[in-house]
């Protein structure tokens, strides 16, 4: 299990318990001090993960949106598997299988995450690297 943040700014990825969404939020938001900042990592082997947020709900890739998705104990399929990528200096980038972008954020805007981003940036803060770090 472990949480997400931005390399960009530092905010939190969450499962957004009004909605069906994955957000970001600020580091020092409430919301970022509750159990919707974990995300359980399923390896679904050849370096691909689907990530299960603490409510049971997968993070889905659909077109250019992120939503949380139900499976009811069905397994993830494409729109729920990313291929983890490790970069230098310890940063991190997710790529949907389902259009092979990456999930992003807008830095020091919290609000919906997409997968839209088409690659790492050299200073890695466009929103799309991500720092990850064990939670128990």
């Given at each position: ?51 299960k947020?603490?409510?049971?709900r997968f ?15 069905r ?6 598997s ?55």
């Open positions: 299990t472990i949480t997400l943040t931005s390399g960009a700014d530092g905010s939190f990825l969450v499962a957004d318990p009004q909605g069906n969404w994955l957000v970001n939020v600020a580091a020092d938001a409430a919301e970022a001090k509750t159990a919707n900042v974990r995300f359980q990592v399923v390896d679904l082997g050849q370096g691909r993960v689907a990530l947020a603490a409510n049971g993070v889905s890739a659909a077109e250019e949106g992120v939503t949380l998705k139900e499976l009811a104990g397994m993830p399929d494409e729109a729920e990313f291929q983890w990528i490790n970069l230098m200096r310890g940063n991190t980038m997710l790529m949907a299988l389902t259009n092979h972008r990456y999930l992003t954020t807008k830095p020091n805007q919290p609000g919906p995450v997409t997968v839209t981003a088409t690659g790492p940036a050299p200073a890695r803060k466009s929103g799309a690297e991500f720092k990850w770090k064990t939670v128990e």
